[in-house]
């Protein structure tokens, strides 16, 4: 629990005196530097300390991605730059390794050092006890942790680099016996460890989240804060948190599986009698798919973790600027839930093609089939929002609509895939790239810059620039869609994910595949440039941009009701909540807009207890 | 700015137009025989591409129509001077048919494509006939087996060919897949057909193909630096007496390539 108890720390005495910790105190901020903006236990700082090591991380993997076009739409073509420096006795071409480390990377970046931490870790820790009224975490030491497991992590995946042999380069997926074995990649000698070293690291640093979560969420939530009051986002960050809890003790102990596998040559990937790399050794015992299974079973509900709090987030954000109450928060809720408990039991529909008994497939493809069903509810419920509103095109929801739009086209892309005949053809080509891309970009990227546009005011106390903003929403749209839209062309003809020269197919060394190629990486480069305008427009409205004020949007939740940026504290008082999030134009109130704390006017329709 | 909603009814244009215009070029519609055309040359191959084109379809419009309700819901319902937001939570009646009708159609599309599945992938479903061949993956290329003139695979008479398929248009060919270091996969675009190589286990793969010419095998799964040129010929033979041709010639070369180079040695 918390430790900074200074002595003048309860200077407005309200509730403080029990050692039963009520949480109605005020704790006064260390003076000490290093305990105020380094290792902190404050929950808002611990979260922008997620948003900037994502961010930074989020400019790496974006890099990376660009590389990885260059080399697609010229293979072998020395790149600008890189080349320039590396590669002089391959003539200053990238070779083949090098290029299978991109996509490991990027992938794994993207996925556990971008998007995973962005949405949990910032906006987690940034808004849970904001959005309940509560003081803290309700562990706010285990939060300084949980933020201080990832450097380590860090430092492991940026040694992968640098170390001899280089990055890992069996794919974020990381299939055994090709990650198991020194000798099955020719480029990555350790680095293949260290990267499994990080990924522990990144794991024990979200279980440590989680649980912070989950218990703040149960225990702390101000007077009147019922669990069907709370915004989506923090319903979207509990159940979140929830299959965090659940589905990482597999990945954890399929990751010390595949070290020991690595380090001391156990053998629970490689089947009986295997030879290694032509040599004289035999080894053996386990078995190749187990690995898989265990993998999938913690990331395919993984892919919802990626997901679940930027739908949860867009909720909001497509409420306050439709100027209406959400459409039908409890089936929000309950589809939000039903997408979790679903999620475990659809793994296999990654392992349609791996030789698993293919009657598991057909029972993997009816689950899969009834997953998108809780998507579609939402996707519905977002339309029926926006329905009859009054919408206002602010950048953050912009950014929300580009995200039910895309999103739109990542789940019927996945109806394709489910259908296991059809993914026969499509898996391990472009189209699945396609399907991330629209899910995890369309989706929980734009997702993020929504939820960045929309509290960065309350973050920061300063408003980013809305022109420019705009701008960089307007390109990011385009070129988003220039980029990846036609890579489910290009895999439904074929074209293989993961390889580093297409043209030596013949069936795809036309003109219609080189030309999309080529179409797809120019979009690339223009949309990773479009990203200057965001770094820029974020730092300088830092120091630059509008004073905010504490409700700059009009909104109701409770984060809008304390200061921007809010007090060590965040609340002078714990506040008081009569009704959920989303009262919006309700008739008879005063203005287009009732925070959490004010209660209904008398006079106000009654709620529909079925819908909200 | 109300003319928001223009762009998202763009994207929508974008992605409509590109699979509208897919099949009126081969490069861009699912990859077919050697003489072009737009469907699968195989008989599994037609039986994807049809439920494709249903789950195109059915998707298509299931796109077009959430496009055009998000668009007219911007552009109708924007902010402007005056307007007021209407007052409601929701619909319970709404709620009940966009989760039937969502259900239904995802059902019937299971049910729909189970036979499928069930006819290409079910080990019971396999012809019942010799194998073609025994090929292995491995980094980075596909080591093909086929039984010698005994018509009996490991056995002394084998041929043993590296990224060469053969089989003969118009019948079943029963291969079975194994993988000798890490997983591959066992690709045939022009048959929609695909399948993990994985280290031991013996898979069977069965496939047919009614246009003699040739095509390429790739493989689909990342398994080291050379991946992406883990490519095989496939050559479909117009007759029986075709292939059987060819295969007597790849033995004799076989044969005097072993006999050169134990040749020298021997002595
Ligand atoms: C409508 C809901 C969805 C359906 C029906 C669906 C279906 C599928 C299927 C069947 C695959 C396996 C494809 C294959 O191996 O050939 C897949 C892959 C994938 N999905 Fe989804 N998915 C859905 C939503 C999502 C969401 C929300 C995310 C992430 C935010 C996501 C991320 C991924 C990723 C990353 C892969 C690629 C895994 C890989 O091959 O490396 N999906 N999806
Ligand atoms: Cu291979
Ligand atoms: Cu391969």
Redesign the interface.
Known sequence: MSTTHTADAHGNGHGHGSDDHGHDHIHAQPTNFLRRYVFSEDHKVIGIQFLFSSLIFFVLGGLMAMAIRWQLAWPWSPMPILSQTLWANQGYRM???F??KLFTMHGTVMIFFVIVPILSGAFGNYLIPLMIGARDMAFPKLNMFSYWAMPFSFVAILNSFVVEGGSA???WTS????SSFLQ????SLSGQTWWLVGLLFAGISSLMGSINYITTIIMLRSPGMRMFRMPMTVWALFITALLQAFALPVLTSALVMQLLDRTIGTNFF???N????NGPEKV?GG???LWQHLFWFYSHPAVYIMILPAMGMVSDIISTF????????K?MVFATAAIAGLGFIVWGHHMF???MN??L??TF??ST??I??PS??K???W??T????????TTAM?NA??F??MF??GG??G??M?????D??I???YFIVAHIHYVLFGGSTFGVFAAIYYWYPKMFGRLMDERLGKIHF?LS??FF?GTF??M??VG???H?R????PL????LN????TG?NKFMTYSAFALGLSQIIFAWNFFYSLVGGEKAGPNPWKANSLEWTTTSPPPYYNFETLPTVYHPA?E????GAAA?FLPQTEPMPADA?P??P??? | MRYWPLLFAAAAVFAVGSFVYSPFDPDWWLPAGPEGGLTSVSSIGRRIDSLYILILVITGVVFIGTQIALVWATWRFADAPGRVAQYFHGSQRLEVIWTIVPAAILVFIALYQMGTWADIKFRSSAPKIQPLAEITGRQFQWVMRYPGPDGVLNTGDDLQLVNDLHFVKGKQSLIYLKASDVIHSFFLPALRIKQDAVPGLTIPVWFDADTQGKYELVCAELCGWGHYKMRGNVTVHGSQSDFDEWMGRALNEQNRDTVAAVGPQGR
């Open positions: 070779p083949p390794e290029y299978n380069e069996a794919g299939y055994p016996p090709l099955s990649t020719v480029g490689s089947p009986a295997w030879v290694v790399g053996g078995q190749t798919i439709s100027r209406k109450p959400l459409f039908g928060y089936p093609q791996s030789g293919p009657a497939g057909a493809m009816l089939m009834m998108a069903l579609a509810i996707v519905f419920n339309l029926g926006m329905w009859g509103g009054r919408v206002q095109f912009l609509i580009a039910v739009a739109i086209i019927l892309s109806i394709f489910a259908a296991t005949p059809v026969m053809h898996h391990d080509t307007l749209f385009i869609n839209f036609l489910h062309i439904m003809h074929g293989p993961r390889i580093a020269d030596i197919y013949g069936y036309n003109a219609g595949i999309m989303y919006f134009s309700v008739p287009d329709p709620l529909d079925v819908m909200a």
